[in-house]
T-cell receptor, first 109, second 116 residues
């Protein structure tokens, strides 16, 4: 399985942008980059995904490095509700999602 | 509400017992996945079913089994329970057989199993 590396934890102040990094130096050309988050006492939920180009949706933005060996999830204005564990996952055709330990994001009021 | 329904939400049982966890996928989804989340192991993939057939197996113990029924709901059976089986069990569903290029999975809110 393709591997990702994320910081164990990060802190942010409310209403400030948050950049969550993910390294995936062994990514292959057909691997998609998915981000999920898990709020306390809930199941993981989809945040965003991409292949090569940067992606935006109502929740976040995904910036993918040109060599695709790293990516960054950007929350434009963190709220208290964004406090969660964020998972960066590589997924290829025929493979199921493998969740690592993720990054625990704390948002300070 | 994600559309994936898991029952029961909480379950407390004794060691050696057998329990059944139930999952109803989101309407129209054909794939069902089971994950186990314990404090020391994180989210571990157990098994996947697609349209009634087993498609992939992960770290699922022999004491555990699952099936997907014609109406697409799935059940995870856990037998000879041990203290270490205490965990959150999540079910997820997706429309396609493989999900890399689309939105991936939709997860339920989980069943918290406590073995005493």
């Amino acid at each position: 399985d393709a591997k990702t590396t994320q910081p164990n934890s990060m802190e942010s102040n409310e209403e400030e942008p948050v950049h969550l990094p993910c390294n995936h130096s062994t990514i292959s050309g057909t691997d998609y980059i998915h981000w999920y988050r898990q709020l306390p006492s809930q199941g993981p939920e989809y945040v965003i995904h991409g292949l090569t180009s940067n992606v935006n949706n109502r929740m976040a933005s995904l910036a993918i490095a040109e060599d695709r060996k790293s990516s960054t999830l950007i929350l434009h204005r963190a709220t208290l509700r964004d406090a969660a564990v964020y998972y960066c996952i590589l997924s290829a055709y025929g493979q199921n999602f493998v969740f690592g330990p993720g990054t625990r994001l704390s948002v300070l009021p | 509400d994600s559309g994936v329904t898991q029952t029961p939400k909480h379950l407390i049982t004794a060691t050696g017992q057998r329990v059944t966890l139930r999952c109803s996928p989101r309407s129209g989804d054909l794939s069902v996945y089971w994950y186990q989340q314990s404090l020391d192991q994180g989210l571990q993939f157990l098994i996947q079913y697609y349209n009634g057939e087993e498609r992939a197996k992960g770290n699922i113990l022999e004491r555990f089994s699952a099936q997907q029924f014609p109406d697409l709901h799935s059940e995870l059976n856990l037998s000879s329970l041990e203290l270490g089986d205490s965990a959150l069990y999540f079910c997820a569903s997706s429309a396609e057989r493989w999900v890399a290029e689309n939105y991936g999975y939709t997860f339920g809110s989980g069943t918290r199993l406590t073995v005493v």
